[in-house]
């Protein structure tokens, strides 16, 4: 029954098909119960028959992912017989269909960069875009292939997907993939001087993401193989390539200082890398709850420190009052003790329009509380707003804002060196600010590069249905 099965899905017969599961209700189920053999998935697909092969993925969609005793899905064998029509349906039912690995490894991808099909090149990206992922048993990318097959029209359609996509992990994605390396630690751009690749084809890996100073496992970098290939390219393109390089700031191996892990574990942790970790940690206890609960009360303190500092207790002095006695003999002292007209000019307006009506030494722990409250409330929304770019775009007129605090308090305050402190004071806070942040970002990348490797290894390799 199974051959005449076999029968009906080379001729696409529906009718055929069913009449067989009247007979044998599981019959389809003991096929896929064998883990290589040709399904009737197989022989609909490499046939062409569209019509059966989406009834059977409709009764049976595990015949999709099954591999053959050839070690070749349904998918493989429609994109060998050149039946695109069947492949679009395929990849239109289940997009992750374009991530299933045959032999070697290979995925649909894979096959279609290496035989320069660029239609289909794009069609399977924009179905499927963690397929650019997927490496086979050579740990060898989509763009590894397209660079060692010398399809180059693939290559710039990969890498034009790279640099256009905009889903949430695309940068961080775009770095991992151009910089990939293969079983013998080699990226595309190694490939690439390696295979004696044209110059417009290193121009475009030179100007993409990629990192130009990479060892490949034999200690050699892209500028190493660029010196050695005079023998293998003609003088003038070789010499062309290693100047793009040189300009570029491509380094020979002897001169990319390398840290090994184990060295770095070992050495004494600094006061910065304390405040990283410390931040860090204390970032990763705190829950989204608590976090939004606590980030609308920063934002509380913020402005409510803010509108105290435009509305003072006791208010200001308008145009028609006469300052205090006590402010008058301030402003005469200071312009005795100074003869200079611009800091005169400057300074006696003290105890005039526009400043506070209370005490200096009132006013002075009026500041001190307000200003310690709101750098804190402004410290506290930058430590708890997400990390990323969207952090750095909101957090921006955070630094506008607390500019504005100062110059309020500038304004108001009824005493010079209270002035100048107000101005002091939020620069060593942001100097500290900026201290911690280039730390917490330093530290950061030093955990990324911790696990880069395992993580990248299994993402690539790992996780994919078969």
């Known amino acids: 029954m199974n051959e005449t099965l076999n029968a009906a899905a080379q001729m696409g017969d529906i009718d055929l098909l069913y009449k067989h599961l009247q007979v044998d209700p599981y019959l389809l189920d003991r096929i896929a119960s064998v883990p290589f053999i040709n399904t009737p998935l197989h022989f609909a697909a490499s046939a062409g028959h569209t019509s059966f092969a989406t009834e059977i993925m409709r009764l049976k969609p595990i015949f999709a992912w099954n591999l053959n005793q050839y070690g070749y899905s349904p998918i493989h064998l429609a994109l060998h017989n050149g039946h695109y029509r069947m492949l679009y349906r395929f990849v239109e039912i289940d997009k992750d269909l374009v991530r299933v690995k045959g032999i070697g ?41 397209a660079v060692k097959c010398k399809q180059f029209e693939a290559l710039e359609i990969l890498m034009g997907w790279l640099r256009k996509s905009c889903h949430k992990h695309a940068q961080s994605m775009e770095k991992r993939v151009l910089n990939w390396q293969d079983d013998k630690g080699n990226t595309i751009l190694h490939i690439a001087l390696l295979n004696g690749s044209p110059p417009q084809v290193v121009r475009l890996l030179i100007e993409s993401n990629i990192d130009l100073n990479t060892k490949n496992f034999e200690g050699s970098t892209a500028l190493d193989i660029a010196k050695n290939n005079n023998e293998t390219q003609q003088v003038m393109i070789a010499s062309e390539i290693k100047d793009m390089l040189v ?6 191996a002897t001169s990319v200082a390398t840290t090994p892990l184990e060295e770095d574990l070992r050495s004494r942790i600094c006061l910065e890398e304390r405040v990283a970790i410390y931040i860090t940690r204390l970032r990763r206890r705190i829950s989204n709850d608590t976090r939004n609960a606590l980030l609308v009360v920063a934002i509380l303190f913020a402005t409510s420190t803010y509108e105290a500092a435009l509305s003072p207790p006791g208010g200001v002095y308008q145009v028609d009052a006469e300052p205090p006695p006590a402010l008058e003999k301030i402003a005469r ?9 611009h800091h005169h000019h400057h300074h006696n307006n003290i105890g005039g329009v526009g400043k506070v009506v209370m005490r200096v030494s009132d006013f002075f722990w ?3 509380f307000n200003t310690c409250a709101f750098y804190l409330s402004f410290l506290m929304i930058c430590l708890l707003m ?34 100048v402190a107000s101005v002091v004071l939020p620069c060593i806070l942001l100097v500290l600010y900026f201290w911690v942040a280039s730390a917490y970002i330093r530290l950061a990348k030093k955990l990324r590069r911790y696990r880069s490797k395992q993580e990248d290894r299994s993402r690539f390799s790992g996780g994919n249905k078969w």
């Open 333 to 341: 002292v200071y312009q005795e003790n100074h003869n200079n007209h």
């Open 386 to 419: 997400p990390r990323g770019r969207v952090s750095v775009i909101v957090t921006s007129p955070l630094f506008l804002f607390s500019g504005c605090y100062v110059f309020s308090m500038l304004v108001i305050s009824p005493s010079y060196d209270l002035g």
């Open 105 to 145: 490894g290979f995925t649909p991808l894979h096959i279609a960069t290496q035989t320069g099909k660029i239609d289909l090149v794009a069609r399977f990206l924009s179905a499927c875009s963690g397929s650019i992922e997927d490496v086979n048993v050579w740990s060898e990318s989509a763009l590894h292939i």
């Open 366 to 368: 009026f500041w001190s």
């Open 247 to 252: 300009r570029a700031g491509a380094l020979r």
